[in-house]
């Protein structure tokens, strides 16, 4: 496995790649890996010839600048992880490497700024689009995997590939669960012991509104849902939706729909974590 840092250096891997007929599949992280990034890498090594993860924490997708300052770069442990699993090359860039100059493109996807991260977090998707064109642009991947943790970036990604007509395939797996059903994230790392467990009723609520989904109007879901987290110290709910899987758009009456995803971020202890669960109406 090498570790490159240079965009000219990864470039010049890439062309030969390509010339030489090899698929190359792409995992972009912000470091901090876990098993749900393991996943991901270990499926584009089935999947591909070449596996390259990106390994960069981008400053331009953050509204905080106490979030971007505080999340976790384990970048030594990071890569000693990817030994192991298959990945070749790891592109771990600085923020000079990458953005070289002020960038000064904007891109707007319409209604998905609108709801949950992207009325919560203005700008976010922004950053998110220009990293993501620019890794593209770079590692020309085949196919590129995303977890389903972050479905609406997911949807940002899909929309940003068909509109500018990037050749590739994106890849959406399933969300990895610690076995108390918290959903992994490198923010989880800032989690106290006492935290991560108060973290759990993230999960618990959501497959408690999944119950729910067919009995009950959606506007009481949602006021039950806050109410039952009210009651959890230290914890602080920022939204939750019933929304479509894939606008993202907010589904007020599900009995005409097949599938819906719910959707919550939330504040533990002063960090914010997201998760989401996609239900098949036709099995609740």
């Not at 090594?45 to 106490?66: G, K, L």
């Not at 479905?151 to 076995?179: G, H, I, K, W, Y």
Request: net charge negative; with cysteine.
């Amino acid at each position: 496995m090498e570790v490159i840092e240079q965009v000219a250096s990864l470039r010049a891997i890439v062309h030969a790649l390509r010339c030489s007929g090899k698929r190359i599949g792409f995992v972009p992280t912000m470091g901090a890996l876990h098993e749900g990034h393991l996943q991901l890498l270990r499926t584009s090594a089935r999947e591909n010839d070449v596996t390259i993860c990106s390994i960069f924490v981008n400053p331009t997708q953050f509204n905080n600048a106490s979030d971007y300052r505080l999340y976790p770069r384990t970048l030594e442990q990071d890569t000693s992880l990817l030994q192991t699993i298959g990945c070749d090359y790891v592109f771990a860039p600085t923020a000079e490497e990458v953005y070289p100059k002020q960038t000064l493109l904007t891109f707007s996807f319409g209604a998905l700024e609108t709801v949950m991260e992207g009325a919560q977090r203005p700008g976010h998707f922004n950053g998110v689009a220009i990293v993501v064109a620019k890794l593209f642009n770079i590692v020309q991947p085949h196919k590129a995997y995303f977890g389903q943790k972050d479905l609406q970036q997911v949807a940002v990604v899909r929309q940003l590939v068909q509109t500018l007509s990037f050749d590739l395939e994106v890849v959406c797996m399933p969300t990895v669960r610690e076995e108390s059903g918290l959903a992994m994230s490198s923010r989880n790392k800032r989690l106290n012991d006492v935290q991560r467990g108060l973290a759990t009723q993230l999960y618990k609520v959501l497959q408690l509104a999944r119950r729910d989904l067919k009995q009950k109007p959606v506007p009481t879901i949602k006021h039950e849902v806050a109410h039952y987290l009210q009651q959890v110290e230290e914890l602080e709910l920022e939204y939750f939706e019933v929304a479509d899987p894939l606008t993202l758009q907010p589904v007020a009456d599900v009995s005409s729909s097949e599938e819906v995803a719910l959707c919550i971020a939330a504040f533990v202890g002063g960090v914010r974590l997201i998760d989401n669960i996609l239900v098949n109406l036709k099995e609740v």
